[in-house]
């Protein structure tokens, strides 16, 4: 059975502390992998799409890598601000031709000032 | 920017109803979804189309159905309401692909609803 599962399930930081948010998943055939934040009351927003072939994206201060052997991603936030308290979904989908995706349940992140 | 319009953010009804939930998006996408997002479950899929008039069922289609008339609409209906559809409800479009999931999916903000 495909899952995805996220690590931890919430983390509490200083502003301007950096944090890592993990994602296990299995599963195959993998496609791409994909990173959303979704602030209270508000749809996912994607923040990263990773295919198999690499292994580092950035956007701002978002970074996330993909270890396609062993089945793991990484989010990574630089000098966090209080407007990145939200919650951060992992998405991993099969490359079937109903390329169908596999959500985790979410990381919630706070960001105290 | 891609917009995915969701009728109601919030909506109240009671057991028994027939619910329809609304979206419309802007940007000629092929592919759209429903989803219902519940605490410790994360988003599940209910219904996807990849087409007009073309429906296929997600992991928890029971109680639900879906109608795709014109592309840029999706609606989601629950038949008869019951209280565990209680539960955030999120559509979602995406542009064609092959495979079909490869796209980044843009969300609506999502339906609040309770049934009483």
């Known amino acids: 059975k495909n899952q995805v599962e996220q690590s931890p399930q919430s983390l509490i930081i200083l502003e301007g502390k950096n944090c890592t948010l993990q994602?296990?998943?299995?599963?195959?055939?993998?496609?791409?992998l994909r990173w959303y934040k979704q602030d209270t009351g508000r749809g996912p927003v994607s923040l990263t799409i990773m295919t198999f072939s690499e292994n580092t994206k950035s956007n701002g201060r978002y970074t996330a890598t993909l270890d396609a052997d062993t089945k793991q991603s990484s989010l990574h936030i630089t000098a966090s601000q209080l407007s990145d308290s939200a919650s951060y979904i992992c998405?991993?989908?099969?490359?079937?031709?109903?390329?169908?995706?596999?959500f985790g349940d979410g990381t919630t992140l706070t960001v105290k000032p | 920017d891609v917009k995915v319009t969701q009728s109601s953010r919030y909506l109240v009804k009671r057991t028994g109803e027939k619910v329809f939930l609304e979206c419309v998006q802007d940007m000629d996408h092929e592919n759209m979804f429903w989803y219902r997002q519940d605490p410790g479950l994360g988003l599940r899929l209910i219904y996807f189309?990849?087409?007009?008039?073309?429906?296929e069922k997600g992991d928890i289609p029971e109680g639900y159905s879906v109608s795709r008339e014109k592309k840029e609409r999706f609606s989601l209906i629950l038949e008869s309401a019951s209280t565990n559809q209680t539960s955030m409800y999120l559509c979602a479009s995406s542009e064609a692909g092959a495979p079909r999931g490869n796209q980044p999916q843009h969300f609506g903000d999502g339906t609040r609803l309770s049934i009483l």
């Open positions: 998405v991993v989908s099969a490359n079937t031709n109903a390329g169908k995706s596999t």
């Open positions: 994602c296990n998943y299995t599963v195959s055939p993998f496609s791409n």
């Open positions: 189309s990849y087409d007009v008039k073309m429906k």
